[in-house]
């Protein structure tokens, strides 16, 4: 028998190491992930910013199980094979009904797929744009959505395209070709070859600019026709991505994309050099050659970093590669499936060793779980929970160590399985959100304050998860009580865990509230201000009351405090979530758009679970009271 | 049993009763459905209307017609069953600790509030760069203010016109001047004639008539006006238009000396004067989001003067008043730029801070003491 089990975890813990193992490539991606990115206002590894664009449009951050650096690679250097790339995650079949591509069926799409009806899509998201943003229907949201993806994925397309030869810069002209001093080897030429080499000749051309057309000589006409063509580039090519470059002058902070770099006019040296460290890293990625490929990319990286040295985003950026690799979260989660496996049958076998194990799984999910808190705090330099999936990190940690807690306390594979569910389910919804945006994200104004993040923020989200794992001690009760009503020293366990695991909800909610209190009062002038995330949080702490005052004065019993947890996590999630859809006040921010509905049937659930629960276990408990 | 200890035992029980934790559970369930409510009413009706009609009062009509009770009742009524509690607690010598000090705490909380509720005094300052202002104006609050100058001196006189109607006289006993109120209205929007009239009334900005308008969700959107008379002791009376948004205050003569009335949001005069030098908005890099604001200010008091920048989450603290960055405005298209600072001056300010400590100690030692004995008695029971 215990040989059995050893062998089922080993078979796991195998299955898991396979679970993520990248395959070799002809094309060593290390260095390309490495360049430093500035988005949505933060320094960022290529790598990141493959994954989020990649999220951004498909929902996965990786693209036919290849790494997204892979996928955003081919985009920028070779866009014409990239169109069929499946990468468009349409949510709502309405949208291509009404782009008129009601016969393509699955959830993602290629460029190619969706470029039929892409006018039609372009009128329906500008009309959507004219709406307020809440008072857009989710078929609006979605036309917006698509449309803004399909747009950044053209941009992206034509980020590098200075760095390719193009027929437009095919010189022959032997006369222009030694005016321009091109090399003689070559014939065609990227952008950046011939703004570089145009730049001389500025003079020429405005001279002749100044002279009628009609008596330019044949050479003159070709001269006139490549500086036009620069110049229509340079117009046409504009606000595109990726920011890759630093501009001194705003103190390291503002970085633009070569295109940009480009539009300026006049390049020092450095920018230069970077520049066609660049356009070698797209040619010899073309070309398949790796060594080329891979050094180009790291002396594009070294230069970039050395000219930002100041920047502290750019000290972690070897963090945050570690970090996607090892996606220490995803580990987590795979962990805590494995061991809520076992802490179920543990529950039922009541075997000590199936004990030990399902605590030795959530001790090893522990790990990467803490690894990915630490990790982000060090990364952003802020405390663990900047907006929802932080947050939802955070509180199944601390689920985690409650359920820990607990199971330190009874001994009965209680916690263990509290600790595994929370673990596991948390994580898994965190999932969701990881989807909309950049998580590690910057923070806006009124968050800009480390100690009250690290005060507040914090202490409240430990209210928020005490109260979550009473929910989850509350359900486990209700279930025993139905299952084995005669089970006493169960069900007093399950009810001292309950008991407990509010009481330290109520106390990290109150002080919670209050601390917010105290920060509003610090940085606004009032204590209390009936703002919705404060009502959210004080309707956990009233309620958590509610139902100590009541067991005190026996309004209810075991059964009430453990149904009344179970509702409680309705009123957690209120406050957590619900408030910040409700759209007003000084904490609507952060993104929240279709986690209503996951919401309502969260809430749903747990109604109807309360509601059919007590009632039969009520039933059956009268007629011995009475 | 005679009448007498049959009466006493009932007002005992009634004692009992109202320090009893059944009523706590039912202030606290009202309390929970009022702040429910009121959070969901934000969503249509702003924060103001949600206080004015949750959060600040002791009856509002459920849905027009069902009274229920408000906050200020359902936590007076707490606040009574507390003090019970605790005297009852107190008499049984049956002190917990952690108990006494939890409750203690909230009687405080609760205290503080009424305090702040009462007392509290909340306006805004708003100053264009290079600008200096010694007085705040409140955010809903609206004066009928007069005044009249004599050399470097104004000498203001200033009646509340939050309750004004049609009909109500204000005195200015020390000008001798009489206001008679023709139309009052909380919210107004102002009308000009095209035409020029015959027998025009008093306005700086040629205004012929005021209409009212609907209440707007944030109280600092209603724009007040006022039509009134002025009673001259010699002559006729003169006829008035004051509006809210009048940029330049209208002007009258009166008993050989020039007077200025203007109808404006309540003044609160500070103790020192500010100067806005600079107000600076930071920009996370490439985006629109914002990372901070400050405001470089000069406070001048009793002569001295001394530099500070005031932030989000850095205050100006002088003299019982506290002024927050609260908001900046600025006009397309130039350089000029408007920093709004929230201005409270609050006696009861530090209550909250000594019971959310007190509060939170005794929670955290009554559940250590709790798990400590439950410890120890699963201890004994396992031996």
């Known amino acids: 028998m215990n040989r059995f089990l050893l062998s089922i975890f080993a078979l796991i813990l195998a299955l898991f190491a396979g679970a993520r193992v990248a395959r070799a490539t002809d094309l060593d991606y290390t260095e390309l992930a490495r360049i430093p990115v500035q988005d949505g206002g933060r320094i960022m590894p290529m790598d990141s910013y493959a994954r989020l664009r ?6 996965r951050s990786t693209f036919g199980k290849r790494p997204a650096i892979e996928w955003l690679a081919r985009l920028v250097f070779d866009p014409a094979h990239s169109q069929t790339d499946t990468v468009f995650l349409v949510n709502n079949p309405e949208v291509l009904e009404a782009m008129g591509l009601d016969d393509l069926s699955g959830r993602r799409f290629s460029y190619d797929q969706l470029r039929p009806g892409l006018e039609k899509l372009r009128e329906l998201a500008s009309a959507a ?13 979605e036309f917006l959505r698509v449309y803004h993806n399909i747009t950044t994925f053209a941009s992206l397309g034509a980020s590098f395209r200075f760095a390719v030869p193009h027929p437009d810069f095919t010189v022959t002209n032997a006369v222009l070709r030694a005016q321009l001093n091109l090399p003689a080897d ?6 950046l070859d011939m703004h570089t080499h145009a730049k001389s000749l500025s003079a020429d051309i405005q001279r002749l600019a100044a002279r009628p057309p009609e008596s330019w000589s044949a050479d003159e006409s070709d001269l006139f026709a490549l500086s036009s063509t620069l110049f229509n580039w340079s117009r046409y090519y504009r606000d595109l991505p990726i920011a890759m470059l630093p501009i001194p002058a705003h103190n390291e902070e503002q ?28 040619q010899a990625w073309l070309a398949g050659r790796n060594a080329e490929f891979k050094l180009a990319a790291h002396s594009v990286a070294r230069s970039i970093a050395s000219r930002a040295e100041e920047n502290r985003a750019l000290r972690h950026l070897n963090l945050e590669l570690t970090y996607n690799r090892i996606d220490p979260l995803y580990r987590a989660q795979i962990l805590y499936g494995f061991a809520f496996l076992l802490s179920l049958v543990a529950l039922l076998r009541t075997s000590t060793l199936l004990r030990r194990f399902t605590l030795a799984g959530i001790a090893l999910a522990l790990i990467p779980h803490t690894y990915g808190i630490v990790a982000r705090m060090m990364i952003m330099g802020r405390p663990p929970m900047t907006n929802l999936y932080a947050t939802f990190i955070f509180v199944a940690w601390v689920c985690v160590v409650l359920g820990l807690a607990v199971e330190w306390y009874q001994r009965n594979g209680l916690g263990a399985f509290l600790s595994a569910v929370s673990g596991l389910v948390l994580l898994m919804i965190s999932n969701r959100f990881e989807m909309q945006n950049d998580t590690m994200g910057v923070v806006i104004a009124v968050l800009d304050s480390n100690f009250w993040l690290s005060t507040h923020v914090v202490t409240i989200t430990i209210g928020y998860a005490g109260c979550i794992a009473a929910g989850l001690a509350g359900h486990i009760y209700l279930l025993q009580a139905l299952k084995y009503p005669d089970n006493h020293p169960a069900l007093r366990s399950s009810a001292r865990a309950v008991y407990g695991l509010l009481a330290f909800g109520l106390i990290f909610s109150f002080l919670g509230t209050m601390l917010g209190g105290v920060w509003a009062d610090q940085s606004w002038g009032r204590f209390w201000g009936w703002d919705p995330k404060e009502n959210g949080a004080l309707l956990i702490v009233l309620w958590c009351s509610i139902l100590f005052h009541a067991r005190w004065a ?42 209503a509905l996951g919401l309502w049937i969260a809430v749903a659930i747990e109604l109807l679970f309360v509601a059919i629960t007590v009632p039969v276990i009520y039933a059956r408990r009268r007629p011995i009271s009475s | 049993m005679n009448d007498e200890t049959h009466k006493t035992s009932r007002a005992a029980a009634i004692w009992a009763y109202l320090g009893s934790a059944q009523i706590t559970t039912y202030g606290l369930a009202f309390l929970m459905v009022l702040t429910f409510w009121g959070t969901l009413y934000q969503v249509q009706n702003g924060l103001y209307l949600a206080k004015e009609r949750f959060f600040d009062s002791w009856f509002f009509l459920a849905a027009g017609v069902v009274p229920f009770p408000g906050t200020q009742l359902v936590l007076a009524v707490l606040m009574l069953n507390l003090v019970v509690y605790l005297i009852r607690l107190l008499a049984r010598k049956k002190l917990t600790f952690g108990l006494l000090v939890i409750h203690l705490g909230l009687l405080l909380m609760l205290g503080g509030g009424a305090i702040t509720h009462l007392f509290a005094r909340e ?21 009928v203010a007069v005044w009249s100058r004599e050399g470097d001196m104004l000498d203001v006189m200033a009646y509340n016109s939050n309750a004004l109607k049609a009909g109500d006289v204000l005195r200015f006993e020390d000008a001798g001047l009489t206001l008679r109120v023709e139309e009052y209205y909380r919210n107004a929007r102002a009308f000009q004639s095209t035409t020029p009239l015959t027998n025009a009334p008093l306005s ?35 006829r008035a238009i004051l509006f809210g948004e009048d940029e330049v205050p209208t002007t009258f003569a009166h008993d050989g000396k020039d007077y200025t009335i203007a109808l404006r949001r309540m003044r609160d005069p500070l ?44 205050p100006l603290r002088d003299r019982g008043f506290t002024l927050y960055q609260a908001s900046y405005r600025e006009e397309p298209g130039s350089d000029a730029q408007w920093s709004t600072f929230a201005v409270m001056h609050n006696y009861g300010r530090m209550i909250p801070y000594i019971a959310t400590g007190m509060v939170s100690f005794g929670l955290a030692w009554h559940f250590i003491v709790m798990m400590v004995r439950r410890a120890r008695r699963s201890g004994g029971a396992s031996a």
């Open chain 1, 54 to 59: 990649l999220l951004q449009f498909s929902g």
């Open chain 1, 129 to 141: 744009a004219q709406h307020e943003e809440n008072q857009r229907n989710p078929v609006e949201k």
């Open chain 1, 186 to 191: 070559q014939e065609n030429f990227s952008f």
């Open chain 1, 255 to 282: 970085w633009i994309s070569p295109w940009d770099k480009l539009a300026f006019g006049a390049l020092d040296d450095t920018s230069s050099n970077e520049l066609f460290a660049m356009q070698n890293m797209a």
């Open chain 1, 554 to 595: 026996a309004m209810i019993g075991n059964l009430g405090v453990a149904a009344g947890s179970v509702l409680g996590v309705i009123v957690v999630l209120f406050a957590w979530i619900g408030v910040n859809l409700l759209g007003v006040g000084l904490h609507s921010y952060g993104f929240t758009s279709g986690v």
């Open chain 2, 123 to 143: 306006s805004q300052l708003t100053l264009a760069e290079g600008e200096s202002g010694s007085a705040s104006a409140s955010y809903g609050d609206w004066e």
């Open chain 2, 204 to 238: 700086s900005h040629n205004l012929s008539s005021l209409r009212s308008t609907k209440l707007a969700k944030e109280p600092g959107e209603n724009i007040a006006g006022a039509v009134i008379t002025i009673e001259q002791q010699d002559g006729a009376p003169a």
């Open chain 2, 271 to 314: 103790p020192f004067v500010v100067t806005l030098q600079d107000f600076r908005k930071e920009m996370h890099p490439g985006t629109g989001i914002a990372r901070h604001f400050s405001s470089r200010v000069t406070v001048s008091s009793d002569g001295v003067e001394r530099d500070m920048v005031i932030s989000m989450n850095k």
